[in-house]
């Protein structure tokens, strides 16, 4: 099985601008999540994804939107970027729902 | 409230045993004990979970006290590559929503 991977590494962005993240999970995984993880903090769970249909939502706002395709990638997209929303964001994948979690190694983001 | 708590900071020698408490006063009946574990510069990487029954598997063992009020993460012989933050997570089962703490960063020396 090939691991999950995110792209880019590492982004700089202006406040007020729109980034989108993506995240390939591991084949035959119907379901993936996005975390933030600000620096110190564990990561808080921003949405899931099951089988391209939105699954559960954490407490962010709108501007924070997904997509997952059925080819097992998924984007994170964040509008009118905030200098808050500077953080490493996380997507894992999973069989199903409920089933445990693979990590990517995140795609930092700092907003200035 | 699905918080648990955990000490900020542990250390260990290598090749000794680790234990890692966690609390979860509050927990339900139904809600699992999720153990992840992150390396400097990566994800989370999962490591155990269990419901009632103490749990083994190749990375470890986890011990649930009989009132499910807290559990113990059991690392038999750390080494150096164990050095990481260890998040003690309940999963409440709603969608796999995994909410995570600040964990206990856990030191090994030589």
């Known amino acids: 099985e090939t691991g999950v991977t995110q792209s880019p590494t590492h982004l700089i962005k202006t406040r007020g601008q729109q980034v989108t993240l993506r995240c390939s999970s591991q084949s035959g995984h119907n379901t993936v999540s996005w975390y933030q993880q600000a620096l110190g903090q564990g990561p808080q769970f921003i949405f899931q994804?099951?089988?391209?249909?939105?699954?559960g939502r954490g407490n962010f706002p709108p501007r924070f939107s997904g997509l997952q395709f059925p080819n097992y990638s998924s984007e994170l997209n964040v509008n009118a970027l905030e200098l808050d929303d500077s953080a490493l964001y996380l997507c894992a994948s999973s069989r199903e729902p409920n089933d445990e979690q693979y990590f990517g190694p995140g795609t930092r983001l700092t907003v200035t | 409230d699905a918080k648990t708590t955990q000490p900020n900071s542990m250390e260990s020698n290598e090749e000794e045993p680790v234990h890692l408490p966690c609390n979860h006063s509050t927990i339900s009946g139904t809600d699992y004990i999720h153990w992840y574990r992150q390396l400097p510069s990566q994800g989370p990487e999962y490591v155990i979970h269990g419901l009632t029954s103490n749990v083994n598997n190749r990375m470890a063992s986890l011990a649930i006290a009989e009132d499910r009020k807290s559990s113990t993460l059991i690392l038999h012989r750390a080494t150096l590559r164990d050095a990481a933050v260890y998040y003690c997570?309940?999963?409440?089962?709603?969608?796999?929503?995994?909410?995570f703490g600040t964990g206990t960063r856990l030191q090994v020396t030589l």
């Open positions: 997570i309940r999963d409440t089962g709603t969608a796999s929503k995994l909410t």
């Open positions: 994804y099951y089988r391209e249909e939105e699954n």
